[in-house]
Nanobody
Framework: QVQLVESGGGLVQAGGSLRLSCAASGQFFSTHVMAWFRQAPGNGREFVAV????????SYADSVKGRFTVSRDNAKNTVYLQMNSLEPEDTAAYYCAARPDWYGYYDPSGYHPWGQGTQVTVSS
């Protein structure tokens, strides 16, 4: 059974940093595009960042560009999200997810499986 498990969330002051991790079980990891989404209360699921199977291609939402960095270690079946210069507007539950191809990466409907989420709270 394929599973994604996020960790690394928490409470941080504005301007601080956090590093999220998403560990995958199963044999699918290196053949799948991996992405991070986030969801704040009352909002839909929002694309944050994506990384290709090899790690050579990445893309970011405009709201996090220059502050967040996505990376992956295929030997460890893990994808990371380094978040710097955090702002209160970054407060949300963060989810990692997998898809088999790059096309349409910004659309959450193309992803399966999803992790359970990890909460990030940024205080002002």
């Amino acid at each position: 059974q394929v599973q994604l498990v996020e960790s690394g969330g928490g409470l941080v002051q504005a301007g601080g940093s956090l590093r999220l991790s998403c560990a995958a079980s199963g044999q699918f990891f290196s053949t799948h595009v991996m992405a991070w989404f986030r969801q704040a209360p009352g909002n839909g699921r929002e694309f944050v960042a994506v990384i290709s199977q090899s790690g050579q291609s990445t893309s970011y939402a405009d709201s996090v560009k220059g502050r967040f960095t996505v990376s992956r270690d295929n030997a460890k079946n893990t994808v990371y999200l380094q978040m710097n210069s955090l702002e209160p507007e970054d407060t949300a539950a963060y989810y990692c997810a997998a898809r088999p191809d790059w096309y349409g990466y910004y659309d959450p409907s193309g992803y399966h499986p999803w992790g359970q989420g990890t909460q990030v709270t940024v205080s002002s």
